[in-house]
């Protein structure tokens, strides 16, 4: 199984596969979560943020989650970016592959900011920043839609959005309330 999960910067992408990764690893022990950032420093930082830098760190995602997945491990993805022929060839190559988009308004990212991205870019201090001055590409058929403008925990929405996921509706329950931002496209 491979959880691709996409979503601008600061929308809670790698919060939201940290806690699926808790809320699953006592079960499923061969699981891995791929964030961008992590990948893109243990490469040793090599790449840019210019557009075409970012679809070559989302092909070594690919490649890793592809080589990961053929060996029967489990594995979360988070990344940035996207087009429609990459994460075509996701659909295509990525068995048991789930695609979930967190979407969240370029306002909440930007109250958000945790990285200082989107003010720096702003400021005009840097440039390549994914909603800024490189289009963000929503995915046209995510499998699951969640709205990461509401203030849910991140492990309310580790657990709704795993019920969607076949083979998994018996999740454990977190302490809140199941959210109801999580829809099926």
Same mark, same amino acid.
């Given at each position: 199984?491979?959880?691709?999960?996409?979503?601008?910067?600061?929308?809670?992408?790698?919060?939201?596969?940290?806690?699926?990764?808790?809320?699953?690893?006592?079960?499923?022990?061969?699981?891995?979560?791929?964030?961008?950032?992590?990948?893109?420093?243990?490469?040793?930082?090599?790449?840019?943020? +210019?557009? #075409?830098?970012?679809?070559?760190?989302?092909?070594? !995602?690919? *490649?890793?989650?592809? %080589?990961?997945? =053929?060996?029967?491990?489990?594995?979360?993805?988070?990344?940035?970016?996207? +087009?429609? #022929?990459?994460?075509?060839?996701?659909?295509?190559? !990525?068995? *048991?592959?789930?695609? %979930?988009?967190? =979407?969240?308004?370029?306002?909440?990212?930007?109250?958000?900011?945790?990285?200082?991205?989107?003010?720096?870019?702003?400021?005009?201090?840097?440039?390549?920043?994914?909603?800024?001055?490189?289009?963000?590409?929503?995915?046209?058929?995510?499998?699951?839609?969640?709205?990461?403008?509401?203030?849910?925990?991140?492990?309310?929405?580790?657990?709704?959005?795993?019920?969607?996921?076949?083979?998994?509706?018996?999740?454990?329950?977190?302490?809140?309330?199941?959210?109801?931002?999580?829809?099926?496209?």
């Amino acid at each position: 199984m491979v959880i691709w999960v996409l979503g601008l910067s600061g929308a809670g992408k790698t919060t939201l596969c940290q806690a699926i990764f808790q809320l699953l690893k006592p079960q499923m022990p061969g699981m891995v979560v791929l964030d961008g950032d992590v990948v893109r420093q243990a490469f040793g930082q090599d790449l840019g943020h +210019n557009e #075409a830098d970012r679809i070559r760190q989302f092909q070594r !995602l690919q *490649g890793m989650a592809k %080589v990961l997945a =053929d060996q029967k491990f489990s594995v979360i993805v988070a990344a940035v970016y996207s +087009n429609k #022929a990459l994460l075509d060839w996701n659909r295509k190559n !990525l068995k *048991g592959y789930f695609e %979930v988009y967190v =979407d969240a308004s370029l306002e909440t990212v930007k109250r958000r900011d945790s990285k200082g991205l989107y003010k720096a870019a702003e400021e005009e201090k840097i440039r390549d920043v994914v909603g800024i001055d490189i289009p963000f590409r929503a995915p046209s058929n995510p499998d699951v839609v969640v709205n990461a403008n509401d203030q849910d925990t991140a492990q309310a929405l580790a657990s709704t959005l795993l019920k969607s996921l076949p083979n998994f509706s018996s999740v454990p329950e977190t302490n809140s309330d199941s959210p109801s931002v999580i829809s099926r496209s």
